[in-house]
């Protein structure tokens, strides 16, 4: 099974997706409350898929992406952001994000871009 890293610094928004990721068959997750935190536990738990919030304080999503595409740039990110941030969610897809989820989100949004990416 793919381990799954949940980036946000919102802990309500972590334990959500979490709940949806568990309850679609994803059992290895690890969490991240900023961008800096996810790109040191890439580093560590290489995760088959990172899904990452834009918004954070430290380091935002989009200079996290960049930091963990340098470190491996075959890394999978799926980027979250609240509507109007279609800007940003440009430049995620720019730097190598592989999609993006607008916020709030449905779980079957989430679970089908998951499997998309890394499988069942």
Request: hydrophobic share 45%; glycine share 8%.
């Amino acid at each position: 099974m793919a381990k799954i890293m949940v980036v946000d610094d919102a802990a309500f928004m972590r334990m959500m997706v979490k709940d949806t990721l568990t309850k679609g068959g994803y059992t290895e997750i690890c969490e991240a409350g900023d961008g800096a935190e996810a790109v040191q536990m890439y580093q560590d738990e290489r995760p088959a898929l990172v899904l990452m919030d834009i918004t954070m304080p430290n380091m935002d999503g989009l200079e996290a992406l960049k930091a963990i595409k340098g470190i491996d740039g075959a890394a999978n990110i799926v980027m979250c952001s609240a509507m109007g941030q279609e800007s940003m969610v440009i430049d995620a897809i720019k730097s190598g994000a592989k999609d993006f989820i607008v916020k709030p989100f449905k779980p079957d949004r989430i679970l089908d871009t998951v499997e998309k990416i890394v499988g069942k």
